[in-house]
Nanobody
């Protein structure tokens, strides 16, 4: 089982990026998928989550990104995306995707984790 996060990079404030989480060895449509981020010297933060496909398709977002970030899934590509718009310097972090059977608030309940992709927002 492997989750591959990609799409990070450097962007100016106000810019956009889309990070992707591709899976091998498991079907992402059978899992809830969350994006977490961790900035240097800070606690890991849950950014967004999308529930299992075929359920109500609920998405959730941290208050800090609500209205700017959008999580989505493409089951045909076995990939989950996080579209990030209106990026701010405080969004700078390593972004990780992870799977669970529900969108728990406790990150310890997410079993499989990607390796992370770095997003840097700076002028």
């Amino acid at each position: 089982v492997q989750l591959q996060a990609s799409g990070g990079g450097s962007v100016q404030p106000g810019g956009s990026l889309r990070v992707s989480c591709a899976a091998s060895g498991l079907s992402l449509d059978l899992y809830a998928i969350a994006w977490f981020r961790q900035a240097p010297g800070k606690e890991r933060e849950k950014v967004s989550c999308i529930s299992i496909s075929g359920s109500d398709g609920t998405t959730s977002y941290a208050d800090s990104v609500k209205g700017r970030f959008t999580i989505s899934r493409d089951n045909a590509k076995n990939t989950v995306y996080l579209q990030m718009n209106s990026l701010k310097p405080e969004d700078t972090a390593v972004y990780y995707c992870a799977t669970s059977n529900a969108c728990y608030s406790d990150s310890d309940l997410f079993a499989f984790w990607g390796q992370g992709t770095l997003v840097t927002v700076s002028s």
